[in-house]
């Protein structure tokens, strides 16, 4: 099955700086890439997502970007603010797994002010 | 947008009891929902794949005899937690994909807070 592998685990920055989170997969058939914020005792909130015949998508603040060779992506998130503070998750899917969702283990981001 | 509730949002249960979580698409029909667990700052582990019609299908590791899904209508699927231990206190979620929505995305329930004394 497919294993995602997330770092860093905990990430802290100052207001105004740029995060970055990676993550790792193993199954070449994955092609859905979504990453999560998860504040604490909420569910889930999809911030952004990309599908394999894509390289890299932004949305305003936001960035992801996708190596299939490598089999890795990466979460940018540039100007930070104090209510970026969440724990991220990214996560990979394929229609060869159902479409069942494997979730990294993670990354506690703190923005400081 | 693809709504999905949960219900209880949070129950406390005695040792050996057990208890029944309900996962509901509001305006969409889901033939697939997924159940999730996920312990204090841990990632959501996938426990199954909830199909409307037929069996649910596991992952490796967990219990179908402890954790019982039934998949009852395409807006309901049901997790009953099964002689519930302390051990098995977590945050259950579960999730849907939306057809109507691009490809594999997926809509999260609320989730349910389970506390077994």
């Known amino acids: 099955g497919e294993n995602v592998e997330q770092h860093p685990s905990t990430l802290s920055v100052q207001e105004g700086d740029s995060a970055v989170i990676k993550c790792t997969y193993s199954?070449?058939?994955?092609?859905?890439f979504p990453w999560y914020k998860q504040e604490l005792g909420k569910r889930p909130q999809l911030i952004i997502d990309?599908?394999?015949n894509v390289g890299e998508k932004k949305d305003q603040r936001i960035a992801v970007t996708l190596n299939k060779t490598a089999k890795h992506f990466s979460l940018h998130i540039t100007e930070t603010q104090p209510e970026d503070s969440a724990v991220y998750f990214c996560?990979?899917?394929?229609w060869g797994g159902g479409n069942k969702l494997t979730f990294g283990t993670g990354t506690q981001l703190k923005v400081e002010l | 947008g693809a709504v999905v509730s949960q219900h209880p949002s949070r129950v406390i249960c005695k040792s050996g009891t057990s208890v029944k979580i309900e996962c509901r698409s509001l305006?969409?029909?889901?033939?697939?929902m997924f159940w999730y667990r996920q312990f204090p700052k841990k990632s959501l582990m996938l426990m199954a794949t909830s199909n409307e019609g037929s069996k649910a299908t596991y992952e490796q590791g967990v219990e179908k005899d402890k954790f019982l899904i039934n998949h009852a209508s395409l807006t309901l699927s049901t997790l009953t937690v099964t002689s519930a231990h302390p051990e098995d206190s977590s945050f259950y979620i579960c999730s849907a994909p939306f057809s109507g929505s691009h490809l594999n995305e997926q809509f999260f329930g609320p989730g349910t807070r389970l506390t077994v004394l």
């Open positions: 305006d969409f029909q889901a033939t697939t």
């Open positions: 996560a990979a899917s394929g």
């Open positions: 199954d070449s058939a994955s092609n859905y």
């Open positions: 990309i599908r394999s």
